[in-house]
């Protein structure tokens, strides 16, 4: 069974940073693009950052370049997302997606494989 665990959010100051991370079972990350959507509050889901597996290319939303940074530890089959200077448009439930089409995408409907989500909540 696929499954995608996120972890690491929480509660931070303004300013700050965390880490998240997403575990992936029943597949390995070399087979499938992978990355980040996130959910603010009353609005719609956007992609935050993804890892093309077809040419290893990362991208990000404008948003969060110079801020955020995606990685993978293939031993581990964990994806992580560094998020440092955080700012209060940041809030939102983040998700760990995953697509056996091996190239990123915008959109969510690509995505096979989706995560429980977890809350990253800028303090105020």
């Known amino acids: 069974q696929l499954q995608l665990v996120e972890s690491g959010g929480g509660l931070v100051q303004p300013g700050g940073s965390l880490r998240l991370s997403c575990v992936a079972s029943g597949f390995t990350l070399d087979d499938y693009a992978i990355g980040w959507f996130r959910q603010p509050p009353g609005k719609e889901r956007g992609v935050v950052s993804c890892i093309s597996s077809s040419d290893g290319s990362l991208d990000y939303a404008d948003s969060v370049k110079g801020r955020f940074t995606i990685s993978e530890d293939n031993a581990k089959n964990t994806v992580y997302l560094q998020m440092n200077s955080l700012k209060t448009e940041d809030t939102a439930v983040y998700y760990c997606?995953?697509?056996?089409?091996?190239?990123?995408?915008?959109?969510?409907?690509?995505?096979?494989?989706w995560g429980q989500g977890t809350q990253v909540t800028e303090a105020t």
């Open positions: 997606v995953a697509t056996h089409r091996g190239y990123c995408s915008s959109d969510a409907v690509m995505y096979d494989y």
